[in-house]
Protein backbone atom coordinates (compact mmCIF):
# COMPACT_ATOMS: atom_id res chain seq x y z
CA UNK A 1 0.00 0.00 0.00
CA UNK A 2 3.03 2.21 0.46
CA UNK A 3 5.24 1.15 -2.35
CA UNK A 4 4.86 4.97 -3.44
CA UNK A 5 7.32 7.12 -4.09
CA UNK A 6 8.76 9.67 -1.26
CA UNK A 7 8.44 13.37 -1.90
CA UNK A 8 10.39 14.74 -4.35
CA UNK A 9 13.45 16.11 -2.15
CA UNK A 10 13.09 13.89 0.32
CA UNK A 11 16.49 14.12 1.94
CA UNK A 12 17.82 10.75 2.60
CA UNK A 13 20.76 10.85 5.51
CA UNK A 14 22.99 8.89 7.81
CA UNK A 15 24.10 10.11 11.33
CA UNK A 16 27.36 9.73 13.14
CA UNK A 17 29.05 12.48 16.48
CA UNK A 18 32.34 13.12 16.59
CA UNK A 19 33.66 10.95 19.89
CA UNK A 20 31.87 8.18 18.50
CA UNK A 21 33.69 7.43 15.43
CA UNK A 22 37.11 10.25 15.11
CA UNK A 23 39.68 9.14 17.77
CA UNK A 24 42.82 10.72 16.86
CA UNK A 25 41.64 12.31 20.59
CA UNK A 26 45.08 14.06 20.83
CA UNK A 27 45.87 15.26 16.94
CA UNK A 28 46.28 18.49 16.38
CA UNK A 29 45.63 20.70 19.45
CA UNK A 30 42.50 18.94 20.92
CA UNK A 31 41.20 19.84 24.08
CA UNK A 32 40.11 17.07 26.68
CA UNK A 33 36.50 16.68 26.86
CA UNK A 34 34.08 14.67 29.51
CA UNK A 35 33.63 11.66 27.84
CA UNK A 36 37.39 11.04 27.12
CA UNK A 37 37.70 11.90 31.36
CA UNK A 38 34.55 9.53 31.60
CA UNK A 39 36.05 6.62 29.66
CA UNK A 40 38.91 6.29 31.01
CA UNK A 41 37.90 6.06 34.71
CA UNK A 42 37.39 2.42 35.86
CA UNK A 43 34.12 0.90 35.59
CA UNK A 44 32.23 3.41 33.45
CA UNK A 45 32.10 1.83 29.77
CA UNK A 46 32.15 -1.83 29.34
CA UNK A 47 35.33 -3.26 29.65
CA UNK A 48 37.12 -0.09 29.94
CA UNK A 49 36.38 1.13 25.94
CA UNK A 50 37.24 4.38 24.98
CA UNK A 51 36.86 6.62 22.12
CA UNK A 52 40.63 7.14 21.26
CA UNK A 53 40.45 5.41 18.44
CA UNK A 54 36.99 4.51 17.50
CA UNK A 55 36.64 4.72 13.82
CA UNK A 56 39.98 6.52 13.13
CA UNK A 57 37.70 8.99 11.12
CA UNK A 58 39.86 12.07 11.78
CA UNK A 59 42.19 10.34 9.04
CA UNK A 60 40.13 8.30 7.04
CA UNK A 61 37.33 10.80 6.61
CA UNK A 62 37.53 10.73 2.56
CA UNK A 63 37.84 7.52 2.35
CA UNK A 64 33.83 7.79 4.18
CA UNK A 65 32.88 10.14 2.49
CA UNK A 66 33.82 7.89 -0.53
CA UNK A 67 31.44 5.29 1.36
CA UNK A 68 28.54 7.91 1.52
CA UNK A 69 29.10 8.77 -2.10
CA UNK A 70 28.89 5.24 -2.78
CA UNK A 71 25.68 4.69 -0.92
CA UNK A 72 23.87 7.70 -2.45
CA UNK A 73 23.51 9.77 0.55
CA UNK A 74 21.75 13.43 -0.01
CA UNK A 75 22.82 14.44 3.28
CA UNK A 76 24.77 13.71 5.98
CA UNK A 77 24.33 14.31 9.80
CA UNK A 78 28.04 14.65 11.60
CA UNK A 79 29.09 16.41 14.82
CA UNK A 80 31.44 19.04 15.45
CA UNK A 81 33.97 18.67 18.69
CA UNK A 82 33.88 21.57 20.87
CA UNK A 83 37.25 20.67 22.20
CA UNK A 84 38.58 20.57 18.88
CA UNK A 85 37.58 24.25 18.42
CA UNK A 86 38.02 25.54 21.33
CA UNK A 87 40.20 23.63 23.68
CA UNK A 88 39.72 25.33 26.80
CA UNK A 89 35.83 25.75 26.12
CA UNK A 90 35.97 29.25 25.44
CA UNK A 91 38.42 31.62 25.01
CA UNK A 92 41.36 30.65 21.91
CA UNK A 93 40.18 29.27 18.69
CA UNK A 94 42.33 26.18 17.92
CA UNK A 95 42.34 26.82 13.86
CA UNK A 96 43.23 23.00 12.86
CA UNK A 97 40.32 21.87 14.41
CA UNK A 98 37.81 24.66 12.35
CA UNK A 99 40.79 23.15 9.29
CA UNK A 100 39.66 19.47 9.65
CA UNK A 101 35.61 20.44 9.23
CA UNK A 102 36.33 22.55 6.67
CA UNK A 103 38.41 19.66 4.32
CA UNK A 104 35.52 17.27 5.81
CA UNK A 105 32.94 19.98 4.26
CA UNK A 106 34.39 20.22 1.39
CA UNK A 107 34.98 16.69 0.35
CA UNK A 108 31.01 16.30 1.22
CA UNK A 109 30.00 18.65 -1.32
CA UNK A 110 32.63 17.26 -3.64
CA UNK A 111 30.22 14.75 -3.69
CA UNK A 112 27.16 17.03 -3.58
CA UNK A 113 26.24 15.47 0.17
CA UNK A 114 24.35 18.22 1.91
CA UNK A 115 26.49 18.53 5.31
CA UNK A 116 23.99 19.06 8.58
CA UNK A 117 26.39 19.98 11.46
CA UNK A 118 25.43 19.61 15.19
CA UNK A 119 27.05 21.52 17.12
CA UNK A 120 27.07 19.46 20.43
CA UNK A 121 26.67 15.77 20.81
CA UNK A 122 27.88 15.00 24.40
CA UNK A 123 31.66 16.14 24.52
CA UNK A 124 31.74 18.95 26.46
CA UNK A 125 35.23 20.35 27.08
CA UNK A 126 36.54 19.48 30.91
CA UNK A 127 37.39 22.62 31.45
CA UNK A 128 33.75 23.67 31.00
CA UNK A 129 33.09 20.52 33.34
CA UNK A 130 35.53 21.82 35.75
CA UNK A 131 33.39 24.99 36.24
CA UNK A 132 30.19 23.38 36.81
CA UNK A 133 29.13 21.89 33.68
CA UNK A 134 25.91 22.33 32.51
CA UNK A 135 24.07 22.65 35.61
CA UNK A 136 26.07 26.28 35.43
CA UNK A 137 23.99 28.48 33.39
CA UNK A 138 28.00 29.98 32.41
CA UNK A 139 28.28 26.89 30.06
CA UNK A 140 25.29 27.77 27.62
CA UNK A 141 26.69 31.10 27.52
CA UNK A 142 29.70 29.78 26.44
CA UNK A 143 28.14 27.51 23.83
CA UNK A 144 26.56 30.91 22.35
CA UNK A 145 30.30 31.63 21.98
CA UNK A 146 31.62 28.20 20.11
CA UNK A 147 28.54 28.23 18.03
CA UNK A 148 29.61 31.98 16.95
CA UNK A 149 33.14 30.86 15.82
CA UNK A 150 32.22 27.79 14.27
CA UNK A 151 29.45 29.26 12.15
CA UNK A 152 31.60 32.03 10.94
CA UNK A 153 34.03 29.92 9.91
CA UNK A 154 31.71 27.30 8.24
CA UNK A 155 28.50 29.30 7.86
CA UNK A 156 29.53 29.82 4.10
CA UNK A 157 29.32 26.42 2.95
CA UNK A 158 27.18 24.51 5.58
CA UNK A 159 22.93 26.00 5.81
CA UNK A 160 21.95 23.22 8.27
CA UNK A 161 22.57 23.45 11.71
CA UNK A 162 21.63 21.40 14.92
CA UNK A 163 22.44 22.94 17.84
CA UNK A 164 22.08 20.25 20.28
CA UNK A 165 21.66 16.48 19.72
CA UNK A 166 19.22 15.10 23.02
CA UNK A 167 18.84 17.08 26.00
CA UNK A 168 16.76 14.36 27.66
CA UNK A 169 20.48 11.95 27.81
CA UNK A 170 22.24 15.39 28.75
CA UNK A 171 20.41 16.32 31.72
CA UNK A 172 19.12 13.25 33.04
CA UNK A 173 20.85 10.34 31.47
CA UNK A 174 24.21 11.88 32.68
CA UNK A 175 23.02 14.08 35.76
CA UNK A 176 20.32 12.02 37.63
CA UNK A 177 20.40 8.41 36.20
CA UNK A 178 24.53 8.87 35.83
CA UNK A 179 24.97 6.80 32.42
CA UNK A 180 26.28 9.11 30.64
CA UNK A 181 29.83 11.77 31.35
CA UNK A 182 29.94 13.71 33.89
CA UNK A 183 27.91 10.29 35.61
CA UNK A 184 26.21 12.11 38.51
CA UNK A 185 22.70 11.30 40.51
CA UNK A 186 21.68 14.58 41.33
CA UNK A 187 17.97 15.43 40.27
CA UNK A 188 18.41 19.29 41.19
CA UNK A 189 21.94 19.32 39.48
CA UNK A 190 19.62 17.02 36.63
CA UNK A 191 16.67 19.36 36.18
CA UNK A 192 19.03 22.82 36.10
CA UNK A 193 20.85 20.83 33.52
CA UNK A 194 17.89 20.46 31.16
CA UNK A 195 16.90 24.12 31.19
CA UNK A 196 20.63 24.97 30.26
CA UNK A 197 20.57 22.86 27.51
CA UNK A 198 17.40 24.17 26.52
CA UNK A 199 18.93 27.76 26.87
CA UNK A 200 22.14 26.71 25.21
CA UNK A 201 20.26 26.11 22.13
CA UNK A 202 18.39 29.37 22.46
CA UNK A 203 21.84 31.15 22.84
CA UNK A 204 23.36 29.46 19.65
CA UNK A 205 20.63 29.66 17.26
CA UNK A 206 20.96 33.72 17.74
CA UNK A 207 25.25 33.14 17.75
CA UNK A 208 24.36 31.19 14.28
CA UNK A 209 21.88 33.51 12.69
CA UNK A 210 24.32 36.47 13.65
CA UNK A 211 27.15 34.53 12.09
CA UNK A 212 25.42 33.19 8.87
CA UNK A 213 22.59 34.72 7.66
CA UNK A 214 21.37 32.36 5.59
CA UNK A 215 21.72 29.41 8.32
CA UNK A 216 18.79 26.60 8.66
CA UNK A 217 19.09 26.12 12.70
CA UNK A 218 16.72 23.40 14.71
CA UNK A 219 17.24 21.60 18.21
CA UNK A 220 17.30 17.87 17.99
CA UNK A 221 14.94 15.95 20.65
CA UNK A 222 14.64 12.25 21.57
CA UNK A 223 11.63 10.96 21.96
CA UNK A 224 10.16 7.73 23.66
CA UNK A 225 6.71 6.60 23.16
CA UNK A 226 5.45 5.78 26.31
CA UNK A 227 2.54 3.53 27.16
CA UNK A 228 0.68 2.43 30.38
CA UNK A 229 0.91 -1.27 31.22
CA UNK A 230 -2.64 -1.39 31.43
CA UNK A 231 -5.97 0.99 31.70
CA UNK A 232 -5.30 1.81 35.61
CA UNK A 233 -5.54 5.12 36.50
CA UNK A 234 -1.79 4.62 38.58
CA UNK A 235 -0.67 3.21 35.64
CA UNK A 236 -2.26 5.64 32.93
CA UNK A 237 -0.30 8.34 35.40
CA UNK A 238 2.77 6.56 35.32
CA UNK A 239 2.94 6.82 31.64
CA UNK A 240 1.68 10.92 31.87
CA UNK A 241 4.95 11.10 33.96
CA UNK A 242 7.35 9.24 32.24
CA UNK A 243 6.35 10.90 29.15
CA UNK A 244 6.33 14.48 30.93
CA UNK A 245 10.17 13.87 31.81
CA UNK A 246 11.15 12.29 28.65
CA UNK A 247 9.85 13.97 25.98
CA UNK A 248 7.00 16.80 27.09
CA UNK A 249 9.74 18.79 29.29
CA UNK A 250 11.63 19.81 26.21
CA UNK A 251 9.09 19.71 23.53
CA UNK A 252 6.51 22.03 25.23
CA UNK A 253 9.60 24.74 26.17
CA UNK A 254 10.61 24.57 22.33
CA UNK A 255 7.33 25.24 20.83
CA UNK A 256 6.13 27.85 23.81
CA UNK A 257 4.55 26.58 26.12
CA UNK A 258 7.06 26.96 28.71
CA UNK A 259 7.61 23.59 31.15
CA UNK A 260 4.54 21.58 31.92
CA UNK A 261 2.72 22.56 35.08
CA UNK A 262 2.45 18.77 35.69
CA UNK A 263 6.34 18.14 35.70
CA UNK A 264 6.97 21.40 38.19
CA UNK A 265 4.41 19.52 40.52
CA UNK A 266 5.87 16.28 40.57
CA UNK A 267 9.39 17.47 40.85
CA UNK A 268 8.16 20.17 43.29
CA UNK A 269 6.30 17.23 45.71
CA UNK A 270 9.73 14.96 45.19
CA UNK A 271 11.95 17.73 46.44
CA UNK A 272 14.17 17.89 43.11
CA UNK A 273 13.19 21.27 43.23
CA UNK A 274 14.53 22.91 46.60
CA UNK A 275 15.10 26.46 45.12
CA UNK A 276 11.86 26.23 42.71
CA UNK A 277 13.14 27.03 38.96
CA UNK A 278 15.02 30.02 40.09
CA UNK A 279 17.31 28.91 37.35
CA UNK A 280 14.73 29.96 34.42
CA UNK A 281 15.63 33.72 33.98
CA UNK A 282 13.47 36.46 32.29
CA UNK A 283 13.13 36.38 28.77
CA UNK A 284 15.08 32.84 28.99
CA UNK A 285 11.59 30.94 27.55
CA UNK A 286 11.07 33.40 24.88
CA UNK A 287 14.18 32.30 23.77
CA UNK A 288 14.22 28.73 23.98
CA UNK A 289 10.95 28.63 21.93
CA UNK A 290 12.34 31.13 19.33
CA UNK A 291 10.97 29.78 15.61
CA UNK A 292 13.16 27.02 14.73
CA UNK A 293 13.67 26.37 10.30
CA UNK A 294 13.25 22.98 11.21
CA UNK A 295 12.15 20.11 14.21
CA UNK A 296 14.50 17.23 14.44
CA UNK A 297 14.13 14.21 16.40
CA UNK A 298 15.26 10.89 17.34
CA UNK A 299 13.14 7.63 17.80
CA UNK A 300 13.73 4.54 18.57
CA UNK A 301 11.79 2.51 21.19
CA UNK A 302 9.48 2.63 23.56
CA UNK A 303 8.66 1.91 27.64
CA UNK A 304 5.79 0.48 29.14
CA UNK A 305 5.08 2.45 32.42
CA UNK A 306 2.99 0.85 35.38
CA UNK A 307 2.44 2.86 38.93
CA UNK A 308 5.63 3.29 41.17
CA UNK A 309 5.41 3.76 44.94
CA UNK A 310 4.88 7.75 44.55
CA UNK A 311 3.17 9.88 41.92
CA UNK A 312 6.50 11.01 40.40
CA UNK A 313 8.12 7.29 40.46
CA UNK A 314 6.80 4.95 37.70
CA UNK A 315 8.37 1.29 37.18
CA UNK A 316 9.53 -0.14 33.53
CA UNK A 317 7.59 -3.14 32.29
CA UNK A 318 9.13 -5.28 29.55
CA UNK A 319 6.39 -7.30 27.07
CA UNK A 320 7.85 -9.73 25.35
CA UNK A 321 7.77 -8.35 22.13
CA UNK A 322 11.21 -8.41 19.99
CA UNK A 323 14.09 -6.04 21.15
CA UNK A 324 17.42 -5.55 19.48
CA UNK A 325 20.81 -5.76 21.02
CA UNK A 326 20.33 -2.52 23.06
CA UNK A 327 17.26 -4.39 24.87
CA UNK A 328 15.12 -1.73 23.31
CA UNK A 329 11.37 -2.88 22.24
CA UNK A 330 10.90 -3.18 18.31
CA UNK A 331 8.16 -0.56 18.17
CA UNK A 332 7.60 1.30 15.05
CA UNK A 333 4.00 2.44 15.65
CA UNK A 334 5.27 4.40 18.45
CA UNK A 335 6.97 6.61 15.64
CA UNK A 336 3.78 6.84 13.76
CA UNK A 337 1.80 8.20 16.89
CA UNK A 338 4.48 10.67 17.85
CA UNK A 339 4.88 12.34 14.38
CA UNK A 340 1.06 12.33 14.24
CA UNK A 341 1.34 14.26 17.92
CA UNK A 342 3.57 16.43 17.15
CA UNK A 343 1.67 17.67 14.30
CA UNK A 344 -1.58 18.02 14.97
CA UNK A 345 -0.27 19.25 19.11
CA UNK A 346 2.23 21.53 18.46
CA UNK A 347 2.81 23.92 15.38
CA UNK A 348 6.25 22.87 13.95
CA UNK A 349 7.66 23.73 11.23
CA UNK A 350 9.04 21.27 8.67
CA UNK A 351 10.36 17.66 10.65
CA UNK A 352 13.28 15.66 10.30
CA UNK A 353 13.81 12.34 11.54
CA UNK A 354 17.71 12.97 12.63
CA UNK A 355 18.07 9.49 14.26
CA UNK A 356 16.81 6.48 13.64
CA UNK A 357 18.25 2.89 13.70
CA UNK A 358 19.16 -0.21 15.43
CA UNK A 359 22.21 -2.47 16.96
CA UNK A 360 22.51 -5.76 16.15
CA UNK A 361 25.59 -7.93 16.26
CA UNK A 362 25.60 -9.58 12.86
CA UNK A 363 28.55 -11.50 11.98
CA UNK A 364 31.53 -10.43 9.11
CA UNK A 365 31.61 -13.49 6.86
CA UNK A 366 34.36 -15.61 5.21
CA UNK A 367 33.53 -13.38 1.82
CA UNK A 368 33.31 -9.80 3.61
CA UNK A 369 29.78 -9.56 3.58
CA UNK A 370 27.00 -8.47 6.83
CA UNK A 371 23.82 -10.10 5.93
CA UNK A 372 22.12 -7.83 8.28
CA UNK A 373 18.79 -8.87 7.63
CA UNK A 374 17.21 -7.86 10.96
CA UNK A 375 18.36 -4.02 10.44
CA UNK A 376 17.04 -4.55 6.94
CA UNK A 377 13.89 -5.27 8.33
CA UNK A 378 13.99 -2.42 11.15
CA UNK A 379 14.50 0.55 8.61
CA UNK A 380 11.75 -0.85 6.29
CA UNK A 381 9.36 -0.91 8.82
CA UNK A 382 10.16 2.59 10.18
CA UNK A 383 10.23 3.72 6.68
CA UNK A 384 6.92 2.51 6.23
CA UNK A 385 5.69 4.33 9.21
CA UNK A 386 7.09 7.72 8.10
CA UNK A 387 5.23 7.34 4.86
CA UNK A 388 2.40 6.39 6.83
CA UNK A 389 2.78 9.92 8.67
CA UNK A 390 3.46 11.56 5.31
CA UNK A 391 0.07 10.24 3.76
CA UNK A 392 -1.66 11.81 7.00
CA UNK A 393 0.21 15.29 6.15
CA UNK A 394 3.13 14.79 8.97
CA UNK A 395 5.73 17.28 7.05
CA UNK A 396 8.48 15.01 7.55
CA UNK A 397 11.05 15.70 4.81
CA UNK A 398 13.90 13.65 6.43
CA UNK A 399 15.42 10.40 7.25
CA UNK A 400 19.28 10.22 8.88
CA UNK A 401 19.78 6.10 9.52
CA UNK A 402 21.84 5.84 12.99
CA UNK A 403 24.61 5.04 12.06
CA UNK A 404 26.93 5.45 8.67
CA UNK A 405 29.46 3.28 11.05
CA UNK A 406 29.74 0.70 13.47
CA UNK A 407 31.09 3.22 16.49
CA UNK A 408 32.11 3.91 19.91
CA UNK A 409 28.09 3.41 21.52
CA UNK A 410 28.85 5.49 24.73
CA UNK A 411 28.49 2.85 28.04
CA UNK A 412 28.21 -0.03 26.03
CA UNK A 413 31.59 0.80 24.35
CA UNK A 414 32.24 -1.21 20.64
CA UNK A 415 29.78 -4.01 22.19
CA UNK A 416 26.74 -2.32 19.89
CA UNK A 417 26.74 -1.75 16.65
CA UNK A 418 24.75 0.04 14.53
CA UNK A 419 26.34 0.67 11.24
CA UNK A 420 25.26 0.31 7.89
CA UNK A 421 29.32 -0.50 7.62
CA UNK A 422 31.10 -3.10 9.87
CA UNK A 423 34.33 -1.68 11.20
CA UNK A 424 37.06 -4.01 12.06
CA UNK A 425 38.50 -2.36 14.95
CA UNK A 426 41.86 -4.45 14.28
CA UNK A 427 42.52 -3.48 11.01
CA UNK A 428 39.83 -0.19 10.64
CA UNK A 429 38.41 -1.82 7.32
CA UNK A 430 34.92 -1.04 6.57
CA UNK A 431 32.60 -3.37 5.16
CA UNK A 432 29.26 -2.53 3.59
CA UNK A 433 26.74 -4.67 5.06
CA UNK A 434 23.64 -6.11 3.32
CA UNK A 435 21.70 -2.74 4.38
CA UNK A 436 24.22 -0.53 2.64
CA UNK A 437 22.71 -2.11 -0.10
CA UNK A 438 19.37 -2.46 0.39
CA UNK A 439 19.76 1.37 1.84
CA UNK A 440 21.48 2.15 -1.48
CA UNK A 441 18.24 0.83 -3.42
CA UNK A 442 16.03 2.46 -1.54
CA UNK A 443 17.33 6.19 -1.65
CA UNK A 444 18.03 5.33 -5.56
CA UNK A 445 14.28 4.10 -6.09
CA UNK A 446 12.81 7.09 -3.95
CA UNK A 447 10.66 4.10 -2.74
CA UNK A 448 10.71 1.02 -0.65
CA UNK A 449 11.39 -2.03 -2.94
CA UNK A 450 8.01 -2.93 -4.27
CA UNK A 451 6.55 -6.39 -1.59
CA UNK A 452 7.85 -4.16 1.75
CA UNK A 453 5.80 -2.32 3.63
C1 LIG B 1 21.22 8.28 20.49
C2 LIG B 1 22.51 9.07 20.38
C3 LIG B 1 23.52 8.45 19.48
C4 LIG B 1 23.56 6.95 19.63
C5 LIG B 1 22.18 6.39 19.47
C6 LIG B 1 22.13 4.88 19.53
O1 LIG B 1 20.63 8.54 21.71
O2 LIG B 1 22.23 10.37 19.91
O3 LIG B 1 24.76 9.05 19.74
O4 LIG B 1 24.09 6.63 20.84
O5 LIG B 1 21.35 6.90 20.46
Known amino acids: ?131 GGWPQRATAEAFAEYAGVVAAALGDQVRHWITINEPWCISFLSHQLGEHAPGLRDWPAAIAASHH ?43 RHFDGYYNRWFLDAVAGHGYPADMVADYTAAGYLPKGMDFVHPGDLALIAAPS ?30 RTEMGWEIYPEGLYKLLLRLHSHYSLPRIILSENGVSYLDPLEADGRVHDQGRIAYIQQHLATCQRAIAAGVPLTGFFYWSLL ?48
Not at 6 to 30: C, H, K, L, M
Not at 211 to 230: I, K, M, Q, R, Y
Not at 311 to 321: A, E, F, H, L, S
Not at 423 to 430: K, M
Request: negative net charge.
Open 197 to 239: TLLAHGLGTQAIRAAAPHAEVGLALNFTAAEPASAAPADRDAA
Open 293 to 322: DFFAFNYYTREVLAAGPQPWQYQIVRPPTP
Open 406 to 453: DNFEWAFGYHQRFGLIHVDYNTQRRYPKDSFFWYREVIRANQLPVGDG
Open 1 to 131: MFNTPFPQDFIWGAATSAYQIEGAVNADGRGESIWDRFSHTPGKTRDGHTGDMACDHYHRYEEDVALMAQLGLKAYRFSIAWPRILPQGRGAVNQAGLDFYRRLVDALLAHTITPYVTLFHWDLPVALQDA
